[in-house]
């Protein structure tokens, strides 16, 4: 499968422990992005990475999160002292920058986090 | 806060007919794309549309721009119980390398296709 994996894909903890999430984009992809989504919501927008630069963060990302890319290829994103408010699913997306500027975002299937 | 707004929140068709969902956004774009989400899953890439195209066809769907309303619509044509699903657009400022390619997504719509 040569598509974007993420790892795990369902995690259950308890208030104030730490997670950390792991996202494998598609090989020659050198955009990889994060979103959070809610139940009935569409994805938020987190930060994204082009190679192993962190390019944007969302406001939505508080000191507790934090994400890292270190040689351009996966990425993880760690929530500390998880709060109930933590509770989502959340999503990795990775993409192709084009010489014209657009490019074509590919979602893995996600991480559902609850936080008890 | 979402940007994005879609209409219907939900729909309900038999198998056959054509599903037709409404997206509107607020600021200026590059592109809109379309995704679609099963439950509890990810989302799969529909279509792209650019900001300077009016119109396009994939296959089923046909997806229309207008960027002076800031509006867009998806068609599912001759729909089949498979298309189950909830659709998301997704609008994307694209406005230089380093303010990102970032998608705002609508809050979609519940479509259900009834056999």
């Known amino acids: 499968d040569t598509g974007v994996s993420q790892n795990p894909r369902h995690k259950i903890t308890k208030r104030g422990q730490n997670v950390t999430f792991r996202c494998d984009p598609i090989s020659e992809h050198n955009r990889l992005y994060w979103y959070r989504q809610t139940l009935g919501q569409g994805p938020e927008f987190l930060t994204y990475?082009?190679?192993?630069?962190?390019?944007?963060k969302s406001r939505l990302l508080s000191d507790r999160f934090s994400a890292e890319r270190p040689k351009g290829s996966f990425s993880t994103l760690e929530i500390q002292r998880t709060e109930q408010g933590d509770s989502a699913m959340y999503l990795c997306a990775s993409s192709l920058l084009a010489t014209w500027g657009i490019d074509t975002q590919y979602f893995g299937p996600g991480t559902r986090l609850t936080v008890l | 806060s979402q940007q994005g707004e879609e209409d219907p929140q939900a729909l309900s068709i038999q198998e056959g007919e054509n599903a037709t969902m409404n997206c509107s956004y607020k600021t200026s774009i590059n592109n809109l794309q379309w995704y679609r989400q099963n439950s509890g899953r990810g989302l799969v890439h529909l279509i792209l549309?650019?900001?300077?195209?009016r119109e396009k066809h994939s296959g089923r769907l046909r997806v229309t721009l207008d960027t002076s309303k800031k509006s867009s619509s998806l068609l599912i044509t001759a729909s089949r119980a498979a298309d189950t699903a909830s659709y998301f657009c997704?609008?994307?400022?694209?406005?230089?390398?380093?303010?990102?390619?970032?998608?705002?997504f609508g809050e979609g719509t519940q479509l259900t296709v009834n056999p």
């Open positions: 549309i650019r900001s300077n195209e």
């Open positions: 990475f082009q190679n192993e630069a962190q390019l944007e």
């Open positions: 997704a609008s994307s400022g694209g406005l230089g390398e380093t303010s990102g390619s970032r998608l705002t």
